[in-house]
């Protein structure tokens, strides 16, 4: 019987440093820049069509709440953007990849509403904690946006990655 606890105690300890932490927050906590590059066309009031192609800075603050994120986004500025909240979930052992990630981007004057896919690298110390992360987008959709007060089409590129905290206070 002894021998038996021995085993069962020597298996329990190989499963548990074997077995990858559960990364399932991971992100919780943590500032994005995102520098997002959109390309589309406008179209302004009168019905005249123009090639648009912009770049734009935001933030976003991730917090873990029971099975998914909730994402803040502000402007380069600072601003809440006027929809800003969002949720998402993240899909592989490593978190690697967030599916149908709606977000309004942009700034509060021209807000851009927009769901993408993306790739996401986690970087982490000897310990395991989170040293750095990154969400590479793999294309998105705008489905409703403003540019200049002219509606835009089109899609884009976000690339973000952690930061310790944004420039403005908050």
Same mark, same amino acid.
């Given at each position: 019987?002894?021998?038996?606890? &021995?085993?069962?105690?020597?298996?329990?300890?190989?499963?548990? $440093?074997?077995?990858? =932490?559960?990364?399932?927050?991971?992100?919780?906590?943590?500032?994005?820049? !995102?520098?997002?590059? $959109?390309?589309?066309?406008? %179209? /302004?009031?009168?019905?005249?069509?123009?090639?648009? @192609?912009?770049?734009? %800075? @935001?933030?976003?603050?991730?917090?873990?709440?029971?099975?998914?994120? &909730? %994402?803040?986004?502000?402007?380069? !500025?600072?601003? =809440?953007?006027?929809?800003? /909240?969002?949720?998402?979930?993240?899909?592989? !052992? @490593?978190?690697?990849?967030?599916?149908?990630?709606?977000?309004?981007?942009?700034? =509060?004057?021209?807000?851009?509403?927009?769901?993408?896919?993306?790739?996401?690298?986690?970087?982490?110390?000897?310990?395991?904690? %989170?040293?750095? !992360?990154?969400?590479?987008?793999?294309?998105?959709?705008?489905?409703?946006?403003?540019?200049?007060?002219?509606?835009?089409?089109?899609?884009?590129?976000?690339?973000?990655?952690?930061?310790? &905290?944004?420039?403005?206070?908050?």
């Amino acid at each position: 019987m002894k021998k038996c606890a &021995y085993t069962t105690f020597l298996i329990a300890l190989i499963i548990l $440093f074997t077995t990858p =932490v559960a990364f399932g927050q991971a992100l919780d906590g943590l500032w994005f820049k !995102a520098k997002t590059t $959109f390309k589309g066309y406008t %179209v /302004d009031g009168s019905g005249l069509i123009s090639k648009a @192609n912009v770049t734009m %800075v @935001n933030y976003f603050y991730l917090t873990w709440v029971d099975t998914a994120y &909730y %994402v803040a986004t502000y402007d380069e !500025a600072g601003n =809440v953007m006027p929809v800003g /909240d969002s949720s998402f979930h993240t899909i592989g !052992a @490593n978190e690697d990849i967030v599916h149908d990630f709606t977000m309004e981007l942009g700034h =509060v004057s021209n807000p851009i509403n927009m769901v993408q896919s993306s790739i996401i690298k986690i970087k982490r110390d000897s310990h395991g904690a %989170v040293k750095s !992360a990154t969400f590479n987008s793999m294309g998105c959709d705008i489905w409703r946006a403003q540019l200049a007060g002219n509606g835009f089409y089109g899609g884009c590129v976000m690339k973000a990655k952690t930061i310790e &905290y944004p420039p403005f206070p908050g």
